[in-house]
């Protein structure tokens, strides 16, 4: 399967210090770090951040501040739609746009007109930052996570490219 390639626009101006990369396994224990900071009752299994780092569908890219990773964000194809499958950035660099910076280079890479991704009915911040990109709630899936929490369903629309 062809590997797909996470562009960087240039658009998406960064605070100082921070770089916007493609993400590698290289990059595995710093991610099971964050992710374990980031989604106390949610973080992945070991074989899934392996998988999400190398399996050759999957988009992904990092924030890095003097080579540690402090965000990352990952996206994949399932039955059509492009889901957005992570977003994390680490508390101590929120709220200065590296979410945005994330979800809209893993976007750009996936060239689905549909975007999804779902989301605690509790995350209000997520939430938050996902209505702004242009998402919206189209579905709720009763109990989804492990401490039977209800997840929304957000999706947002792009237009198809011409040619
Ligand atoms: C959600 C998350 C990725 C946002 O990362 P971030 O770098 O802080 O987001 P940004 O700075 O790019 O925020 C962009 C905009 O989104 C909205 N937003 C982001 N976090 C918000 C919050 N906690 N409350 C309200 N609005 C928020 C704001 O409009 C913000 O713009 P502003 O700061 O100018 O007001 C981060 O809080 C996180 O990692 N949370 C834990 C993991 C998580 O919940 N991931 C999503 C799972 S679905």
Redesign the pocket.
Known sequence: MKRKTVLLRNDLALPAGYRLLPATWRDLRALQRLEKV??PQDAWPFLDLLGVLTWPDVVRCKVVQEQAMV?FAAGQEIEGAGWIV????HPA?????????LLQTCEDALPQPVLR????AS????Q??YR?AGYEVVNRWPRYYVDREDALIMEKQRPLEAG
């Open positions: 980031c989604f965000g992570t977003l994390a950035v660099h929120r709220r200065q746009g590296l979410g945005w910076a991704l779902a989301v605690r995350n209000h911040g997520a938050a930052l702004a």
